[in-house]
Each structure stands twice: as structure tokens, then as C-alpha cells.
């Protein structure tokens, strides 16, 4: 239905209500009424067309407040004066998640974060007639949250009542850049003065706040991308949260969660449901439990190198939170790399700041302009002067060089300055103490990192020693050994005293077993003084003795006041030293004396130079005691040659004689002098001399010695006697065969002893060989006669008891059979003994040999008769008991018999051990009755042997013996 037929329909309705009053019209009345109507019909068309117009105009005005208020992309609020919401558009509910009709009449505060509402409040009640704002975060009803702007303003409603317009407007995105920005300006001023540690910890803190998460972690991946490596916890995470234990801990990452799910798939992930994860595993023992994490993968070069995670925000995590943590991830790692390279090279710094402060060589570092830059504390201990000193310098080559090399060194300085590299300059440098030191210097340019020259590096080292060193040397290479024994030690005393510039140089040998010394040279104040011997005790030389070196730099009168040549020389420091001889024994001493003191490296260069010369003046002492002990030696070495009951001679290589001792001159009946000179053809018969000359030639030619028997006739007897020679080559001191050497004893009468005792004892053994052959028949005799009684007893009992008689002479009549079969007739081979034996006596006592296997494990023992004769009797009784008990009823079995050295050739060990019956439960072989076992435990005792019961499937007795003597 159209608008005008509802206008019309409502006007007949109401014209019907007005009562109707009939009246008659004139026509006249009636064409008037008539116009009327007409006219007041026009002007109701024209009313209805303004009212058309202003509709239309009304309808566009509320389409344009709907575009303008309802889909504003700006919030609009009405509030009460309790700040309820009175009207909202579109916007807001939209901004608040939240339809319309239910956001109306709810309090603001009811959407204002905890963590804001202090800011809302001081906002609502700083809101006048003039507009305010604050940045303030909303929460939706699903618990998310976003940063918002309110704009508020009190105006007067329609009814007079303060009312709020408050403009909402989303400024969550940069929002969140600004606290981004702002958090990784507050990690980049802490990483200028916190650890690494702590760093990452802010870092996760901070990315919990940008998150509104409640534990946070990140982790170093290892270049292998399997090992991980728990670097930090967030603050409340490690106070509040997790008690797991692993800071610092490395583990491979196919033992992680689903977290690590980001280095599988090299991207942020994200997990709002972490319950619902079919692939989780287990949490460590104290780990926080786990509803939402946000784990962030730190990439550089494709590798991923670190891993930034958060957890348990109270909603979903969204991209805005990856990207937050990204960032702040992306830039921890940029100040990671930046840390380590910091630590690096303040520790580079470090270093090389210790090498240039505490390197032995002067350094420093020159201006372009010739103006000294820096310089190494290294410099005092080289020049004198402190390095404030040498840098308030005006000019250093002035006053450190010396005046004879400054023109050469600065010409060479203006070189450098102009790019010249050099090396190995050689000056002399004057000490802050007056003292002339020689230096070596080296320079090069060095340029910035545009390649500009900015100055000139040297580096200066004091040669002073080294040069002192070589001249010694040469001193010592051009002066030869003198023949006389003081000429060496005056040169060398006096060339020390000049090179040093010392006043006083003494050289001494020690005597007396230590306790003096006897003056080889003394030089002092230019002239040598006169060489005597003192006592070293209470001396400055006495003290340095058996030390490498002693030094006093100053003040040693004091430290010996009764060392009266020092107070007499006016001496103010020592330095001495031991001269050792190759053997490690103190044979003297040297020592540089001064007038002033000697400190730093003074005292270093005299030790230096004196540990240069000692070993040279130690040869020379050698060779001069070498000199003196050898006419000692000459004259003893001829006492004991001549004095020795043996012949001792010496051959060249022409067999003449160049040494012989008395002991031959008398043997010959010539007097010795008499066969220096003489070949061996003209001492002896042509037939022995060849028969002697052959051999030594031998022994020559081979080198090897050789000792013979040899039959000689003298001079003096034409009896011959027999000589035992020893005869060896003479070398000299390049190896080659000078001749011939030997020792020579007459054994005649030896020999002749000796043959005589040959043929007594070759009696004697043929006399105790028929004993024991005796001795051996008498017992088989003895054996024979019981086994014919055996066959006359009536008793079973009696003929056991023969039998065993006979057993055990037999036993002992073997030992006398194998005495008398061998060459020792002192001892026996208890080995090849005991086979015998156990095989005679399975023969003897076995009735079927074959249902018992005799096992011999026997050594080579060789015992005196004294302990064969109890030992076999000992095996006798041993295995007869075996035989006949162990092995009842026919009963078959093992009989084992071992016999070995115990170690070390500390005595034997014997176990005879079977398989059978075994012994009666309890067997004391002290009480036993029987008489085999009691002979056993006689026979152990007699042997001094140790006898044991072993336990095992059948009998085991086992007997250790100690040798002889222990």
C-alpha cells in the first residue's frame, strides 16, 4: 500500500468521527464552497509535495548517518555519567566482539584490561568539556585483547544531564610496533651493560609482555641442526613456573616435543590446543604445564641458529604475536652475534694488549709527523724512563741515542716516517743511569683501514748481552790453551774485567775437600795481584760455592765482614758462580766483583757472560788436572803392571814388544829392557814363535779377543808350562788396530791339581756307584724275601701288610736303581722317578689295568736323596691308597699325579687327586689309624712340606714344599 492511499484512509477515518451537520446550500454558497474546496485541495498537493521532498531529504540524511555513524570505521560511544554505554554504532561491537543490544547499559570498565584499568580511571575522571585521550587495552568477551585510543568529551544531553561522546579507534597494530621498537631499544641499551644471560632473559620477558604469555624459553641450535642447547628461562618462568632442570643442558633434537616442530618445518608455529596434539610427549619432572605456545625459528643462511619460544598466553595466539616475537627473536640473535663478537675482541684486545704492554721489546708508535704516539712499559726496563717520560720527550734520539749512531738513526727515522720498512739496526742507546746499552730496532708503516699511512711502528730490543756474548766468544776462539797453567785464566781474567766493566775478576780452584781455595788469576784495578790460597768459609766465595750462581748487587761487605780481600778492594757487588767439572763436582770458582751497585739487567748480562766462559774454563781445569794426575797415573798404572803375578805384555803390529812387566823378564830370565823392541821370532823357537804369531794375527785381523791355553818354555827351565792367555786388539782413538794386548797366568801346577783331583773324584764316583748298586740289590733282596713270606701267611691282613712292606722298599730301592743309572749321584729326577713308579705300581695293584686312567703331569724336579727317598715313599703311599680303596667292587675312574716348581724357584707342589669313593667325612690325619695315611703326614713333616686334604669328586691331597733353606 502507497503512502497517500494510507494518508487517505486515515483522513476518512477521522472525517468520519467529526458529526455531521446537514445544511442546505444556496448555490451560490455552493460554488463557493465548491472553490474553496478546490483551492484548499491544491494546497494540500502542494503541502503533500514539500512533505514528499523533505522525506526524501530525510531518508538521504539517515543513509549518510548510517555510513557516517554506524560503519565509521571509528567506534562511537554514548555514556552515562557512570560511564555506562547509552548508544554504540556498529563499530564498536564489531571492535568488542559483542552485538549491539548486549553492550548497552554495561559499564565500560567491563571491556578495560586488568593491567589498564589505573589508566582508564585517572582518564574518566580527567574528562571535561574539553576533549582528552589515552592509549588503553580493550578484552573481548573471548579473552582477547586490543589497544585502543579513547577520545572523550562531557556534553549536555537534551534533558540537561552530562552525557559522554567517547571515539574508540583500533590502534593495536602500531601499538604493537611501538612497543616493539620501544622493547628492542630497551635490549639494546642493556646489552651494552649486561651479560649475555641476562639478555636473553629480557628478551623473553620482554616478548611474554608483548605477548601477554606466562613462560617463555629460547634455545642455541648447533651448526650439525641436532643438538640443542637451553640457554635461558623468561624471569617468571625460572621464579614462578618451571622447576625442570637443563640450563646449559644439550640434547638432540629428536628428543624434543612438538615445539621443535618450527626446525622441521623451518617456520613459526603456532599451537592453541597443545592437549589436542596426537605427536606431544611427556614434559620433564617439575616442567610447567603447557595450553598454548608460539615457538619462533631464528634463520641465518638458511641455517637455523636459535629458537625463541612463549607460552600459556590466556587466549589464541595470532600472527600479531608471531610477528612480535619474530622481531624480537630476529634482533636477541643480532645482539647474540654481536656479544660473542664483543667478547671475542675485547679478549683479542686483551691479548694483544698483553703482548704489546708485557713484551720484553720496546715498542712504539710514531705520528706522521715524527711525534711519539704510544709506548710499551717494556721501555723502562730497556732505556730507564717511564713511558710519561719518553712521551714528554721533545726529542728522544737527543737524549736515548748515543751521540756516535744519532746522525746514522735519524736518518733512518726520516726513512720510516716516509713508508721505508727496515730491520735489524743496530745502535747504542744511553741508560737513564749513564750506561752505555747496544739495541736492535725494527719499523714498518702502518695504515688505517682506508689504506691512509697514520704513523710508524718500531720495535727496539737490547742486544747488549748478545753482543757482549759474542765477543766473549771470539775471545775465547782466538785464545789458544797456554802451556802454562795460568796464562789462560790471566787472559781470560783480564778481558772479563774490560768487557764487563767490572773492577775486580777472580778465578780460583777448590781444595781441601772444599773447605779452600788456591787463586788461579786475580785482575784487579788493571794489574794482576799475586795468587794465594784461603779459607772459603765466612767468604763471598764460600757462599757461591756448589751454587750455579750467587749474586749480592749490592752491599756485600756487610753480608761478610770477615771476607777481608773484598773490604781491601772497596767492593760493592758479587757475582759468582760454581765451575762444575763434567762429572757434576764443584772443582772451582769465578767471580766479577764491582764498585758500584749491579741491579735489573746488569746483573743478568755478567751472569750471562760468566755462564759463557765457565764451561771453557772448566776444560781448561780439566786439562790441567788431566796433566798433573796423569804422571800419577803412568807411575801407579807401571807399579801394578810390574808387580802383578801374571805376564802382561803388549805387540805392535809387527808382534815387536812394546810393553812387558817384570813378572815376563823373570819367567825369560832377561832382564826387560832387554825385549823392548823385539819380535816374537827372536824370543822364541821358530816352531812355538809361528804357532804364537798365527794367533795373534787372527786376533788382530778380527778384532775380537780371545783367550787359549798356551804351553811355554822359559829361558831359565826347559820344563814346559802351561799359560791361560787372555788376548785382545789395541785401538786407538779412531778404532784402528794399533797391535796387540795380553795377560798371560801360569797354570801348571793348576793343572796339574786339577787332573789329580779329576782322577780322585772319578774314583770316588765309581765307588758310590757300586754302593748304590749294593744298596739297590740288597733291597731287592729284602723285597723278594717278603713276597715269598706273603705266600706262607694264612691271613689276609698279614699278606696286605707285606705287600704294602714291599711296595714301599721297593719304592725306595728304585731311587738307588735311577741314582746309579745317572750321572748326578747326589739327586734325583723326580720326574722320569715318579713315572716309573706309578706305572709299577698300577701294574702291581690295578687287577684290571684298563678301569683305571693314570694321568702324570710331571715337571722337571730334581731333589738331593735326603727328599727323594720320604717324597717317593710319600707318592707311594698316595697313589697304593688310590689303587686299592677308591676304586672298590671294579669300579672304574681317574688317578691324576702332577708335580711342578712352585714360582720363583721357591720349592714344589705335589697333588695326587682321584675320582673314586673320596675320604670319610672328618679325616684328621693327625688321628687317623691308618698307617699309610699316618706315614703320609710323617713323611710331610719330615720333608718340612705344608699337606692339605682338597676337596673335590673324590680324594685330592695336595703337598707344598719350600726349598732348602727357607
Request: charged share 25%; net charge negative; aromatic share 6%.
Amino acid at each position: 500500500m502507497t503512502r497517500k492511499n494510507q494518508l487517505r484512509k486515515a483522513a476518512e477515518a477521522a472525517l468520519a468521527r467529526v458529526p455531521k451537520l446537514v445544511t442546505v446550500l444556496t448555490p451560490d454558497e455552493a460554488r463557493q464552497r465548491e472553490h474553496e474546496l478546490q483551492v484548499h485541495q491544491v494546497e494540500l498537493e502542494m503541502q503533500n509535495e514539500e512533505l514528499r521532498r523533505v522525506q526524501l531529504e530525510l531518508e538521504e540524511i539517515q543513509a549518510r548517518y548510517f555510513d557516517l555513524y554506524e560503519l565509521a570505521p571509528v567506534g562511537y560511544l554514548t555514556l552515562s555519567e557512570e560511564w555506562v554505554i547509552l548508544q554504540a554504532n556498529l563499530t564498536v561491537a564489531e571492535l568488542l566482539g559483542l552485538a549491539r543490544p548486549k553492550l548497552l547499559k554495561r559499564p565500560l570498565a567491563y571491556f578495560i584490561h586488568p593491567q589498564d584499568q589505573p589508566s582508564y580511571h585517572q582518564h574518566r575522571y580527567g574528562v571535561s568539556d574539553t576533549a582528552a585521550a589515552c592509549e588503553l587495552r580493550l578484552v573481548k568477551p573471548d579473552g582477547t585483547s586490543f589497544w585502543s585510543r579513547l577520545t572523550s568529551i562531557a556534553v549536555p544531553s537534551a534533558q540537561g544531564e552530562s552525557v559522554y561522546r567517547v571515539t574508540l579507534n583500533d590502534i593495536t597494530a602500531s601499538k604493537r610496533q611501538e612497543l616493539i621498537l620501544a622493547a628492542r631499544e630497551r635490549l639494546l641499551v642493556l646489552a651494552q651493560e649486561r651479560s649475555l644471560d641476562d639478555l636473553l632473559r629480557a628478551t623473553l620477558d620482554e616478548a611474554e609482555a608483548l605477548t601477554e604469555s606466562c613462560a617463555g624459553f629460547y634455545h642455541f641450535l648447533e651448526a650439525d641442526q641436532q643438538t640443542l642447547t637451553l640457554q635461558a628461562w623468561s624471569t617468571n618462568t625460572e621464579k614462578n613456573l618451571c622447576r625442570a632442570e637443563g640450563v646449559k643442558r644439550h640434547y638432540p633434537v629428536n628428543q624434543a616435543g612438538v615445539w621443535v616442530d618450527c626446525v622441521r618445518q623451518h617456520r613459526t608455529v603456532i599451537h592453541n590446543d597443545y592437549a589436542a596434539l596426537a605427536q606431544r610427549k611427556g614434559l620433564p619432572v617439575g616442567h610447567v604445564a603447557v595450553q598454548r605456545e608460539l615457538v619462533v625459528p631464528v634463520l641465518r643462511g638458511g641455517l637455523i641458529v636459535a629458537i625463541l619460544g612463549v607460552g600459556n598466553k590466556a587466549s589464541d595466539y595470532t600472527a600479531a604475536d608471531s610477528q612480535a616475537v619474530e622481531a624480537l627473536a630476529d634482533l636477541a640473535w643480532d645482539i647474540v652475534e654481536n656479544k660473542r663478537r664483543e667478547t671475542e675482541l675485547r679478549a683479542s684486545e686483551e691479548k694483544f694488549r698483553a703482548i704489546a704492554d708485557y713484551t720484553v721489546d720496546w715498542e712504539s708508535w710514531f705520528g706522521v709527523d715524527g711525534k711519539c704516539l704510544w709506548v710499551n712499559p717494556s721501555v723502562e726496563c730497556l732505556t730507564g724512563y717511564t713511558p710519561a717520560e719518553v712521551l714528554a720527550m721533545p726529542d728522544f734520539m737527543a737524549v736515548m741515542v748515543a751521540e756516535v749512531d744519532r746522525e746514522m738513526f735519524r736518518r733512518h727515522f726520516q726513512q720510516a716516517l716516509q713508508g721505508v720498512a727496515g730491520a735489524g739496526l743496530v745502535f747504542g742507546s744511553i741508560h737513564k743511569d749513564g750506561s752505555l746499552h747496544w739495541l736492535s730496532i725494527s719499523w714498518q708503516s702502518i695504515f688505517n683501514t682506508t689504506g691512509d699511512g697514520i704513523g710508524v711502528r718500531t720495535s727496539a730490543r737490547d742486544i747488549t748481552r748478545q753482543k757482549r756474548l759474542d765477543d766473549m766468544r771470539m775471545f775465547l776462539a782466538r785464545t789458544a790453551s797456554g802451556s802454562q797453567a795460568g796464562s789462560f785464566f790471566n787472559a781470560l781474567a783480564s778481558h772479563l774485567a774490560g768487557s764487563l766493566n767490572m773492577d775486580c775478576v777472580l778465578i780460583t780452584r777448590i781444595e781441601g775437600g772444599g773447605l779452600k781455595a788456591r787463586d788461579l788469576a786475580v785482575w784487579c784495578d788493571g794489574r794482576f795481584e799475586a795468587n794465594v790460597s784461603y779459607d772459603l768459609e765466612g767468604t763471598a766465595c764460600g757462599e757461591a760455592l756448589g751454587k750455579a750462581w750467587c749474586c749480592f748487587p749490592e752491599g756485600v761487605c756487610q753480608h761478610f765482614p770477615r771476607d777481608h780481600r773484598l773490604k781491601d778492594w772497596g767492593a760493592v757487588s758479587y757475582v759468582g758462580g760454581t765451575l762444575w767439572s763434567h762429572h757434576g763436582e764443584p772443582m772451582g770458582l769465578i767471580a766479577a766483583i764491582a764498585r758500584r751497585p749491579l741491579l735489573g739487567q746488569g746483573q743478568a748480562d755478567v751472569e750471562a757472560v760468566l755462564a759463557t766462559v765457565a764451561e771453557r774454563a772448566v776444560g781448561e781445569l780439566e786439562r790441567q788436572g788431566v796433566e798433573d794426575e796423569l804422571g800419577v797415573y803412568q807411575r801407579l798404572l807401571s807399579e801394578v803392571i810390574d808387580n802383578t803375578p801374571s805376564q802382561v805384555f803388549a805387540l805392535d803390529l809387527q808382534q815387536r814388544f812394546i810393553l812387558l812387566n817384570d813378572e815376563i823378564a823373570r819367567f825369560f830370565g832377561w832382564p826387560k829392557e832387554e825385549y823392548w823392541g823385539k819380535s816374537i821370532a827372536a824370543v822364541f823357537p821358530s816352531d812355538l814363535a809361528a804357532t804364537l804369531m798365527a794367533t795373534n794375527s787372527r786376533i788382530m785381523a778380527s778384532g775380537e779377543p780371545l783367550q787359549l791355553e798356551e804351553v811355554l818354555r822359559s829361558k831359565v827351565s826347559d820344563e814346559p808350562h802351561t799359560m791361560m792367555t787372555s788376548k785382545f786388539a789395541l785401538r786407538n782413538a779412531q778404532g784402528e788396530v794399533t797391535g796387540i794386548g795380553g795377560v798371560a797366568t801360569d797354570v801348571t801346577d793348576y793343572k796339574n791339581a786339577l787332573n789329580e783331583l779329576r782322577q780322585s773324584v772319578r774314583e770316588k764316583e765309581s765307588l758310590l756307584k757300586e754302593i748304590h748298586h749294593r744298596v739297590k740289590n740288597n733291597l731287592q733282596i729284602v723285597s723278594s724275601l717278603l713276597r715269598l713270606q706273603s705266600g706262607r701267611v694264612a691271613t689276609a691282613d698279614a699278606r696286605a701288610a707285606l705287600l704294602d712292606m714291599e711296595v714301599r722298599i721297593h719304592s725306595m730301592a728304585l731311587i738307588h736303581e735311577h741314582l746309579y743309572r745317572s750321572d748326578n749321584l747326589a739327586a734325583v729326577d723326580m720326574a722320569t722317578y715318579l713315572r716309573q713308579l706309578c706305572y709299577q705300581l698300577l701294574g702291581t695293584l690295578v687287577l684290571t689295568p684298563s678301569s683305571v686312567q693314570l694321568h702324570l703331569d710331571l715337571s722337571h724336579v730334581v731333589l738331593e736323596i735326603d727328599q727323594a727317598i720320604p717324597c717317593g715313599l710319600l707318592v707311594n703311599e698316595l697313589v697304593s691308597n688310590a689303587f686299592k680303596h677308591a676304586f672298590p667292587h671294579g669300579r672304574s675312574g681317574n688317578l691324576w699325579v702332577v708335580l711342578e716348581p712352585l714360582p720363583d724357584g721357591a720349592g714344589w707342589h705335589l697333588r695326587v687327586a682321584d675320582d673314586g669313593v673320596g675320604l670319610p667325612p672328618g679325616l684328621d690325619l693327625g688321628q687317623t689309624s691308618s698307617l699309610g695315611l699316618k706315614l703320609v703326614s710323617d713323611l710331610s713333616r719330615q720333608l718340612g712340606a705344608s699337606l692339605s686334604l682338597g676337596s673335590g669328586p673324590g680324594a685330592v691331597f695336595e703337598l707344598r714344599c719350600p726349598r732348602r733353606g727357607q
